[in-house]
Each structure stands twice: as structure tokens, then as C-alpha cells.
């Protein structure tokens, strides 16, 4: 399989693999319903509406839709009806959660319910792709949404979660930059330890399936150029798919720069969950939402 190399191609190619059921607990949300809406229309999923009856039948309506084409149960509590959304993807009976109205901590509870929730033994990761500024292909930041300050452990975890959605993308050896401001390992900035480490575990074969470098910056990571003036010979440098943020207020301001300042659209999907699961920001726009139901569909097949 070619890598998908941009979030019109990642669009289509998930249309391929759909309809996958997608369940939206707290369905009450303009934006969420009319990416649910647009991707059945295009053949990505079957919508699965959890919340008040009345209200996501009305809204369905008013954005073009026909309450009659989509399974809707009546759940007005958030909390219930993120409980009731995992309940179904537990059953069988859908294979992606769309966050809706509802706040992310809440869906969060109830994916992490240690009898009832989406565990897999495995940590939970958000991976935000997004178009590469510079080059024709995607790129991912990891992880700006669930894990505020990995240890060395967690940050090995994050990266082979976002490995994985990268070989589901088509990127059969994702190059990894471990992200810091300085590509020297520094006794005043820990983290630098942590991404030498990283890279030295992949050498090692301990994290498998890609090439890692670390630490590394940001220009060094994405930018060819940038990366030969500073006389960088990793194979990664300057070609880097993924972004290892080490907090995930790094992740946060460098995924949502990729909306707000470079323009891009951008998807986004928790790994390590028995499903995906979507938790895109309020503010993000409904094609960004159709492009995480899209990831989220590629993420939830098996790799070919």
C-alpha cells in the first residue's frame, strides 16, 4: 500500500474501507453531526447518535439529514451516554467513538472504566496527523491531547502507538524525531536523556518497526535544509513522519499550529484503546472532524 500522502487522499482511501459504524455520545453538536453526516454520505460510516432524542433528531433535520436514516438512542446524561457509546463498541455494534458535545473528560471515564471501558492493557495516546508544511506527505505529532508529562516508558509507548496509525497510513518505516530545543544531550534539560534514549532503544531493536532520532528541533526534524546546515546525518533528519513531543503542552500548541497558523487540515485519533476513539477540540472545523472519522476507520482495520 502507497502512503497516503495527504488528508483529501486520506478521505478517499478510508471511503474504501467503510462504512465503518461510528457512535457519537452527546450527539447535541453541530460540527460533530455534520462530519458523521458527510461521512456517511461518502460512504465512511453508519452514524450511531447517543443523546436527547428530540434534539439530535431536530438537529439532523436542520443540517439536511433524515432522523429515519440514522440509529438514535435517547441518553440526555453525558455521562450515561459516553457510557452507553462504549457499552456499543464493546457489543460489537460500533467500531469508532466521535466525541460530541460532551467534554472529553467525561468520554474519557467512561473509555477508561477498568470493568466496563475500552482498556487493552496498553497506554492510551493521542496522534494528530496532519499535511506536511514543506513536503507532499502527511506528518504526526504525538502526543498533544491525553498524557501531560510521560515518563521514559510512557514516551517508548507513545511512540509505538503512533507508529502503528502510521503503518495503517502506509508508511511501512516511519522515521520518529524526538522533539527538544537542542540536539545535544544536556544535563539542564532532561528530556534531551530521554530522547537519546529513545533512539538508542530503536537501535537497539527494543522499538520496533522504525527509525528514531533524538534529541533533535523542530527545523532539524522537517526541514531538509535545515538539517544539513547543522551537518545532521540521521536518515530521519530533515524527513521526520512523526513528532515525539516530550508534555503535552508542546503536542497542544504544535498540533493547533497547524490549523491556526500554517492552515492545514488535521485529524486525530487515540491509540491503545480497544477501539479509536475521536476527542477532536471544539473548535475544530467539521472537514477536520471527517478527516479524524477517516483516520479513525484506517486506525481501526488491521494492518494488510
Given at each position: ?131 506536511h508544511p514543506l513536503a507532499p506527505r ?16 510512557q514516551k517508548k509507548a507513545i511512540l ?95 498540533g493547533k499550529s497547524f490549523t491556526w ?44
Open positions: 500500500m502507497a502512503p497516503i500522502r495527504s488528508t483529501q487522499e486520506l478521505v478517499e482511501r478510508a471511503r474504501l474501507r467503510g462504512p465503518v459504524r461510528v457512535v457519537v455520545p452527546a450527539a447535541e453538536s453541530e460540527t460533530a453531526l455534520s462530519a458523521v453526516l458527510e461521512a456517511a454520505r461518502q460512504g465512511l460510516a453508519r452514524p450511531v447518535l447517543v443523546g436527547d432524542a428530540a434534539a439530535v433528531s431536530r438537529l439532523v433535520e436542520e443540517l439536511g439529514g433524515a432522523p429515519s436514516s440514522v440509529e438514535i438512542h435517547h441518553e440526555p446524561d453525558d455521562g450515561a451516554a459516553a457510557r452507553r457509546a462504549v457499552a456499543l463498541v464493546r457489543a460489537g455494534e460500533a467500531r469508532i467513538i466521535l466525541k460530541g458535545r460532551l467534554h472529553t473528560a467525561d468520554l474519557m471515564r467512561a473509555v477508561l472504566d477498568r470493568e466496563a471501558g475500552l482498556r487493552t492493557g496498553r497506554l492510551l495516546s493521542d496522534v494528530l496527523v496532519s499535511e502527511l506528518v504526526g505529532v504525538s502526543d498533544g491531547g491525553v498524557n501531560v508529562a510521560p515518563t521514559l516508558p509505538e502507538n503512533a507508529v502503528r496509525v502510521f503503518r495503517r497510513l502506509g508508511v511501512e518505516r516511519p522515521k520518529v524525531a524526538v522533539l527538544c530545543a537542542v540536539e545535544t544531550v544536556e544535563a539542564s534539560q532532561p528530556q534531551t536523556a530521554d530522547a537519546r534514549a529513545l533512539a538508542e532503544m530503536a537501535e537497539r531493536g527494543e522499538i520496533e518497526g522504525c527509525d528514531v532520532v533524538g534529541p533533535i528541533a523542530l527545523d532539524g526534524a522537517l526541514a531538509v535544509q535545515a538539517a544539513q546546515a547543522k551537518k545532521m546525518t540521521s536518515p530521519v533528519a530533515g524527513r521526520a513522519d512523526i513528532l515525539l513531543v516530550q508534555a503535552i503542552e508542546v503536542g497542544n500548541v504544535l497558523l500554517a492552515q492545514k487540515p488535521v485529524a486525530h485519533v487515540i491509540e491503545g484503546a480497544a477501539a479509536p476513539v475521536l476527542i477532536p477540540s471544539r473548535a475544530e472545523a467539521a472537514a477536520d472532524k471527517l478527516c479524524s472519522i477517516a483516520l479513525g476507520v484506517l486506525a481501526s482495520q488491521e494492518k494488510p
